[in-house]
């Protein structure tokens, strides 16, 4: 084997793998189960030979914080933004998936070919499924509201 191969090989019995590996089948099998233009769509998710894989919609863009670095956004493209972000979240919540680190850089900002843009909800690594939301739930959707308040 070669240096690179032994670097990127994997210890199969190592309980952070594991963990690691169980974390992630977690996170695609939850993002699976939503179909909504505003989430990473997942198209399957698995363990062969080379380890655990997880096969999702390619995305196109930048990241929110990258844009608001960059200072490219108007208040109307940050409203949009805001709005596609919480149906999207909304539609989690129906089938009781709460995101709990939404944040700029977990949203993705992909440019239609009509001039529009559309935005995508991405990691969804801390999510939890929960029949009511939580207190740490509703302060990030405040932090929302306050961050786009002029």
């Known amino acids: 084997m070669t240096a690179t191969t032994n670097m990127l090989k994997l210890p199969t019995l190592s309980l952070t793998v594991l963990t690691w590996t169980k974390n992630l089948l977690k996170e695609a099998t939850a993002l699976s189960s939503i179909q909504h233009p505003n ?7 698995g363990i062969d030979e080379d380890g655990p894989y997880v096969v999702m919609e390619l995305i196109n863009g930048r990241t929110l914080d990258e844009m608001v670095e960059e200072n490219t956004l108007t208040w109307e493209d940050l409203r949009e933004i805001i709005i596609q972000s919480e149906e999207a979240l909304a539609a989690a919540q129906n089938l009781n998936l709460i995101h709990r680190d939404l944040k700029p ?3 993705m900002v992909c440019w239609l070919p009509s001039g529009k843009f559309q935005v995508k909800i991405v990691d969804f690594g801390l999510a939890k499924f929960s029949s009511s939301p939580s207190l740490q739930t509703i302060d990030h ?3 929302i509201f306050y961050i786009s308040s002029p």
């Open 39 to 45: 989430i990473v769509t997942i198209y399957d998710a």
């Open 141 to 143: 959707l405040a932090c």
């Open 105 to 107: 850089s977990n949203l």
